[in-house]
């Protein structure tokens, strides 16, 4: 089962200016903020910003489907055509994490909380 996006990762090359336009326009300052990963929550959404996206292959922002399943979700959307972006990877604490590209290159990125 999907409970929607709640999160959006946007690859950034300047951390310290990108914390500073997200603090601005959310109004709120990061809950979580680390070299590696920079994350706001404005009323149950998360917006995150990772400084590795581009290296990562990411060319702009990936929206993070949370479901109840990640293994069930991602084999659902594999059978269905997809490719596989990025395996299943532990984010800390058991929230798991994966994406899958679709036949016209939008990556569908999907999270199973902890």
């Known amino acids: 089962m999907t409970h929607g996006i709640k999160t959006v990762i946007h690859p950034v090359k300047d951390l310290t200016a990108a914390k500073a336009m997200f603090g601005a326009l959310l109004g709120v300052e990061p809950y ?8 706001f929550s404005v009323n149950g959404q998360d917006i995150g910003l990772d400084p590795q996206g581009h290296r ?7 929206a993070y489907w949370h479901v109840d399943d990640l293994e069930a979700s991602l084999r659902a959307l ?4 997809a490719t596989t972006s990025q395996e299943v990877k532990d984010v ?3 929230k798991l994490v994966a994406s899958v590209t679709d036949a016209d290159g939008n990556v569908i990125g999907l999270i199973q909380p902890a």
């Not at 990562?56 to 990936?62: C, E, Q, R, Y």
């Open 32 to 39: 979580m903020d680390e070299p590696y990963y920079v994350g």
């Open 78 to 81: 594999l059978d269905a055509g």
């Open 92 to 94: 800390g604490g058991g």
């Open 56 to 62: 990562k292959g990411m060319s702009g922002p990936v």
